[in-house]
C-alpha cells in the first residue's frame, strides 16, 4: 500500500493520480519514480498519463517517425476505401492523379488487389512502402527544422 506522506500520491474518488515531488514523479499504478523536471503528470479515469513537457523543443525523432508512419498509412488506407468503392476518379485533377503523387507504390498494386493472395500480398507491401516513404519525408522535415533553427541561432 502506498504512503501517502512519503510519496505524495493524492486519492481522489478512490482514483491515485500522479504528482510531483520535488524533483521526482511517482507512478502509483508501477511504483517507480521517474527523476526529470520536465515531466507533467495526470490521471484520468483511473489510467495513469505521462508526458514530457519542455520549452520550444521540437517533437523527438521517435515522435516523428510515428507521425509519419501514420500519415502514411492513412494516405493508403482512403486510397484503398476509394478503389474499394469504384471512385478512384475524384483523385485526378485535370491530367494530374493525385494517387501517384501522395502513394507512390501504388503502381505495384494489380488488378486483383483485394481479392487473390498474391494482389492482397502486394498491396501490403505497397502499404508498408507507402508508410515507409512518409517516415523518411517527416525525417528528412525534422532535419531541415533543426539545422534551419541551429543556423539562425534560436
Known sequence: MLNVAETGVQVTSGTPSLTKTGDFTQNPCRGDF????DVSTGALGGIAFWYREVDNQSMATRDVLIVGGIVGLLVS?????????????????????????FWPSSVMLTTGWRTTLHGIGVTAVSVALNCLLYMVVAYGLRRVVLTVKTLAGT
Not at 81 to 91: C, Y
Open 34 to 37: 521517474e527523476r526529470n523536471r
Open 77 to 101: 488506407s482512403a486510397v484503398l476505401a476509394l478503389m474499394w468503392f469504384g471512385v478512384a476518379g475524384v483523385l485526378y485533377v485535370g491530367r494530374t492523379d493525385l494517387m501517384r503523387i
